[in-house]
Structure formats: C-alpha cells, structure tokens
C-alpha cells in the first residue's frame, strides 16, 4: 500500500512569490491534513480536508489556502512568500469518514525556503 | 497558544536503560493521544496510542500512560536501542478531529 505522497520535497521561492505543494493520501484515506513544522514550534495546524470540504482550519492567515479533489488528492498555497514561511510542509491522511479518525499517516514533507 | 506542551527539547540516555519522555496538555476535552517518531527527512510515524478513557497502553518495549488528572502523559521505552534515536511529538485530538502537536523532544540513545 504506497504510504503519503507529498510533492516537490523540496523547493526555493524568494519572497513575494506564491507556492502550490501537492499530496496524495493512502488510497481510501479521505481526511488529508496539512502542518507547518518549524524548529521550535512543533508542527503547527494549518487544515483540514474531507471529501472536498475544508473542515477545520488553523490559525494562520489568508495567505494559506488549500483544496482537496474529488480523488481526495490534496493542495495547499501560500501566496505572497515571507521570509518566514520556511519551514517543513507536512501533509497526513487518515482513514475514518468521520470524526472517528484516531491515526495521522504522514509523507516526508515539503521543504521550502524563502530567500 | 500551545495546548501540548513538550518541556524538554532534548534527552540523552544509555542503550538499554529506560527512556521517559514527557508531555502535557491543557484541554480536558483532549480524548484521544498519540506518540510519534521522527528521523530527519522523514515524515513522523505513528508510534503509540491511547484513549482518555485508559491510563496505560503498551506495545513491545513502547508503554504510553496517561495522567487525566494531572493532564500530563508520558512514553516509556525501556530497553533503549540506538535505532530509537529520533525526535519525539506526542499529539492529542480535539473536537472536530483537529490533533494538537507538542514540539518534540530529541532523543540521543548512546551505545
């Protein structure tokens, strides 16, 4: 069973630009989150996806959008780029439909760097 | 506002003795927590689990307990091999199936 798949893994923007990161779920898994770690901060909460809906959302501001496709594959964008968005992009799925999902499945994450 | 917090960011211990590592909470309507591991440039990995309603789950040489009362859990792995070596997050889930990360401790297994 291929695990989560989290494409680029890594990638360099300066700031201003914007920046799409793609993940694909374990097949079945219909829940796909996304995180921001960051040395120090641990992996911060951004959202959440199922089934085309955005669920839950973090405490981050506009800049950080996603969507999630009828295939449950899943996008997230951050537009106008500072300095301090470097971090590891982090997407998990999980398997249940609805709020019984009780294990995140992680991909080896997006690395960006802001210049 | 860190709902799970990891007091120690870094932990060294000896192959084969115990290795404690710690985390607490500040939501009590948390009902569900996790451990994972991560190595570097990996994605973290589901380790352990447990539900508030238990206080203590174990898996091979990974015991989790759980503290309700003093909201804190923590992750025994007894013995430590050096393959243990990695970042620890423990997680707990709230309401609308949101999970709340702590910021890791990094844990150094000496042979």
């Known amino acids: 069973k291929a695990g989560v798949t989290q494409t680029p893994r890594y990638l360099i923007k300066t700031r201003g630009q914007q920046v799409t990161l793609s993940c694909s779920p374990i097949?079945?898994?219909?829940?796909v989150s996304w995180y921001q770690q960051t040395p120090g901060q641990g992996l911060q909460f951004l959202f959440e996806?199922?089934?085309?809906?955005?669920?839950n959302k973090g405490n981050f501001p506009g800049r950080f959008s996603g969507r999630q496709f009828s295939n449950s594959r899943s996008e997230m964008n951050v537009s106008t780029l500072e300095l301090g968005d470097s971090a590891l992009y982090l997407c998990?799925?999980?398997?249940?439909?609805?709020?019984?999902?009780?294990?995140?499945?992680f991909g080896a994450g997006s690395r960006l760097t802001v210049l | 506002d860190q709902q799970v917090k990891q007091n120690s960011p870094s932990l060294s211990v000896q192959e084969g003795r115990i290795s404690i590592l710690n985390c607490d909470y500040t939501?009590?309507?948390?009902?569900?927590f996790l451990w994972y591991k991560k190595y570097p440039a990996e994605g973290p990995t589901f380790l352990i689990s447990?539900?508030?309603?238990?206080d203590k789950n174990e898996d091979g040489r990974f015991t989790v307990f759980l503290n309700k009362s003093a909201k804190h859990l923590s992750l025994h792995i007894v013995p430590s091999q050096p393959g243990d070596s990695a970042v620890y997050f423990c997680?707990?889930?709230?309401?609308?199936?949101?999970?709340?990360f702590g910021t890791g401790t990094s844990l150094t297994v000496i042979p």
């Open positions: 998990a799925s999980s398997a249940a439909g609805g709020y019984g999902a009780n294990v995140l499945t």
């Open positions: 097949s079945g898994h219909r829940s």
């Open positions: 996806y199922f089934s085309e809906t955005q669920r």
């Open positions: 939501n009590s309507m948390f009902d569900y």
């Open positions: 447990i539900s508030s309603i238990k």
């Open positions: 997680a707990a889930r709230g309401t609308g199936n949101q999970f709340y």
